[in-house]
């Protein structure tokens, strides 16, 4: 580390800095599950009670959704101003039996803290706040810095999107920092290029009124668990393209530079392969792996359901199944506009003797593509060599923060996303974590930033 | 009822009746899930208790599965000997939350008993052990009786089928009573001449080692799910026929004389559409209703999953998922080749970055399909009518009783299969249930058979 006073505070409040980031992952801020709204709400409390403490000026900023903590200490005029987004929802922690430890008492085993959360997001929340905590503790000067952490980014940010408009004042900045996304390698950090959009929903089929004995109706009622299965299979072709009509519409074909840049990036992907266990052949033909996850739309089918699900057999025909839909677009896509396709493809083609509905629509918001030419884009550049003695990684990066787009334009700020996330973190899965190295590693880039703004 | 002193034992008795049949009821007598396998014993032993007590000579015998309860008691050699098959398992209580009251805790609502297996088939096989406990009351001279009561019929009676064959001697009757099967309308009994044989299985498809991120890994990764709706919807094709190679060889198209008694069974249809909510579309093209579900063989999915079950989203690519599949036969079709066919076709088809396994197979039965110029037909025709003063109804069936076949034949016994449930018995579903009446008209049509005969 270039700053050894920094480094040092950082050692000798470490043990505090995990308390509380223990006690930050203790909150079950799933936003998903409407269940779990009164934690949500604590969460952003005491989340703003800490950011209180530390000096800035808070609000808790209520939407139609879960609140947004909005912060803000005002700093030398003459230097760029800082957004900084993040997000203190987290994903269901889904299969629960899979977790070694409890997924909301957050544990460090083997210098990592698992927990749900403890990465995404709020882990990388966390070292941003740390790492200004430690600045503000040197008397070190600082430009003016905004925060604008909210509890709806898991769950499509309905609440910060229709509130975003009116904020326009308090979220002005220049530059718009995003500490929500990972690094090739843990030894190369990382600036993120590009995000996908994103759109979802559920799609329930109905068939009989209860579920009825297979012997005595199978073969002459059908089978809602057939059409789901037909519904489900009728969204790609036999080339894994998105069968929906039009879903393409609107995407450009990525330019020669472009697809050379992305499919460059030093991604082992041998070893990425490895980590997963299995090869990537999933997707479109006729694109590369890197293509494909940074600058080609996807959909997915992230749950399925219906019927017997216990050991064994049972010979039901049951009444309904389900699945759960998510899509991730490119450039070019209107999450609004691929929802409605989407929707009006299964309702269009629904068998007789079943009906479908499409519910819990949700579209998450539009794509990013950042410029490789950009001033902010040379300056991190910078501050990353002299940090960590490498040049970063560019990374058009597959999975989402829906709220970017909007949120550069209303704040006028240059979006600048580098993150320390890694695939072994696991994210959305069970046994989250986040390395003590990382959370470090996040907390010397945010003091070595702050400080060449 | 023609026998005044019987009638009057039954209303005499009926309370005590209620509590012994609530106690058979309350054990949880599940046998496709092994975490049931103690109340299985303890209901078998229960069972034999109960008819040692009413001077049966009993066995509990073993089998590689769950016991079989075997009684028997001498009577007029003359006289043609019955053996009645029945069951003691039953179907899984899921989805529970859908009961009105607790599964195995019987209770009697509006003249009905509400528990799993009320009707299927613990209610049916006690009006039998009742009706003989109420001519031994009276001293009415009886035929050889014997009772085999197995308790794996549910899931594939796995383990009565592998012992038959050397209880020959034990079985061996004239007449095979079983009382498991349903009327065509609460008035009308009915003789069941035909039932569907059986096979099944689980189909796991595995991807990721573990549950991925949507976004990081969408379009790259192949996503087990849409691996598990691909194999599904492939398994029909447009006409509703089932796909699998081979699966129909064998079986023939039924006779103009056949095809015209199976469709012309008094069923009202309009009525049991409106029952179970949903017109009967489903199956194969080119057949009537009641042919589909009588002589034509089916294959169902009966339950899917995988991946997020929760409220909301969660955007993952899961590590795996699953169908369960039964499949119900006709005459011609040899349920362990078939079976064979159903495995060779998936595993052969699965798509590169997946990896699939089919498990719990279960080669159930075959179909049964009886003489409609039988005596015993003409005897219990003659009892019906007399007793209830109305013709039966004859009814190709599509349920399975999987062992019937491999029964009529070690015990050499011609079957005589009247049962007195309804569809608003609900088997196999919520809240199934049984009327006090169905229970005493099974009562009386026992009594009059056994008097009879």
Known sequence: MSDNKLRDYFNHEKERFIGEWKKFLSFPSISTDSSYAEACGECANWLADHLLKLGFQCEVLQTKGYPVVFAERKGVVERPSVLFYGHYDVQPPDPLELWRSAPFEPEIRNGRMYARGAQDNKGQVFYFIKAVEALLAHNIELPTIKMLIEGEEESGSEGITAELPGWSERVTADILMVCDTGMIDASVPTITMGLRGMAGCEVRVHGPSYDLHSGVFGGIVANPLHEVARIAASLHDESGKVAVPGFYDGVE????????????????????????????????????????????????????????????????????????????????????????????????????GCRVEVIEKNAGGEALLLSVDSDILK????????????????????????????????????????????????????????????????FRYVTALLQRL
């Open 253 to 352: 074909v990525p330019s020669m530079d472009l697809s050379k840049r992305v499919s460059e990036a030093p991604i082992d992907i041998e070893r990425l392969q490895e980590t997963v266990g299995v090869p990537f052949v999933g997707g479109e033909k006729g694109f590369g792996v890197l293509e494909r996850r940074g600058l080609r739309p996807t959909l997915e089918i992230n749950g399925i359901g219906g019927g017997y699900q216990g050991a064994g057999g049972k010979t039901v025909i049951p009444s309904s199944g389900f699945m759960k839909i998510s899509m991730r677009l490119v450039k070019g896509q209107d999450p609004q506009r691929v929802l409605s396709l989407l929707e009006s493809f299964i309702v269009g083609s629904v068998s007789e």
């Open 379 to 442: 300056t991190a550049s910078r501050v990353i060599l002299d940090e960590f003695n490498v040049e970063p990684a560019l990374l058009w990066e597959g999975a989402s923060i829906p709220i970017i787009p909007l949120l550069e334009q209303v704040s006028g700020a240059a979006p600048l996303l580098i993150g320390f996330g890694l695939e072994e973190d696991a994210i959305h899965a069970p046994n989250e974590s986040f390395s003590i190295k990382q959370f470090e590693d996040g």
